[in-house]
């Protein structure tokens, strides 16, 4: 549901469930996606990657999804544990200007795992 | 410690006064990049830095903001004349040449009063 709050996406999880985190991107060119988490106070950080030529990719305990058909990203958390309670945001490498490196960040989604 | 790392990790400063930041990026890492971050909201690019050279700027990074990294390692951010809406978290990575994934440091928190 939504947070008025925070005016952020909010899902909420018991420990243990898997939990789906999803994001939309808006530019075609985008080759590059990577989610983040960041916990209060702290900067984000780096959790998983994956390019354009890629439609899924996985690391430990998590995986991404890449529609981009649909222009869809989505996180994956298998078991989750409330230490995996933080904002997850997506990002994606714009290409402009002949840069290839600016990362344009989504809205971000609060996850919170009770236990 | 190898990862990012800033300083001041938060900054309380009067309208109007200048306020400068710093940012040691992972040693490796030859790009170096800023971000500004409001409550609620994702991080926002500011700018960018290949080595010693600025190579891209926001629109955000307004006539008195100021980066540099003069010797390709760590980077400086200078806000003249702050303004209650620089109040804001300001973020630093880096990334190496030969890899896509940006690092990010803690945040320096600038609240203007």
């Known amino acids: 549901g939504e947070s008025v709050g925070l005016h952020l996406p909010t899902l909420s999880v018991q420990e243990g469930d898997n939990s789906i985190i999803n994001c939309a991107y808006s530019n075609s060119a985008s080759d590059y996606f990577i989610w983040y988490k960041q916990e209060s106070g702290k900067g984000p950080q780096f959790i998983i990657d994956?390019?354009?030529?890629?439609d899924k990719r996985q690391g430990q305990r998590v995986t991404v999804l890449l529609n981009k058909t649909v222009k869809h990203l989505s996180l994956q958390i298998a078991a989750t544990q409330p230490g995996d309670s933080a904002v997850y945001f997506c990002a994606e490498n714009r290409r402009s200007g002949g840069s290839n490196y600016k990362l344009t960040f989504g809205k971000g989604t609060l996850l919170t795992v009770n236990p | 410690d190898t990862g990012v790392s800033q300083n001041p990790r938060h900054k309380i400063t009067k309208r109007g006064q200048n306020v400068t930041f710093r940012c040691d990026p992972i040693?490796?890492?030859?790009?170096l990049y800023w971000y500004r971050q409001t409550l609620g909201q994702g991080p926002e690019f500011l700018t960018y830095?290949?080595?010693?050279?600025?190579?891209?700027k926001s629109r955000l990074l307004s006539d008195r903001f100021s980066a540099e990294r003069p010797k390709g390692s760590f980077s400086t951010l200078e806000i003249q004349r702050t303004e209650q809406g620089d109040s804001a978290m300001y973020l630093c990575?880096?990334?190496?040449?030969?890899?896509?994934?940006?690092?990010f440091g803690p945040g320096t928190r600038l609240t203007v009063t």
């Open positions: 830095f290949q080595n010693e050279a600025q190579l891209e």
């Open positions: 990575a880096s990334s190496s040449g030969t890899g896509y994934e940006q690092y």
């Open positions: 994956i390019r354009s030529n890629m």
């Open positions: 040693s490796e890492h030859n790009r």
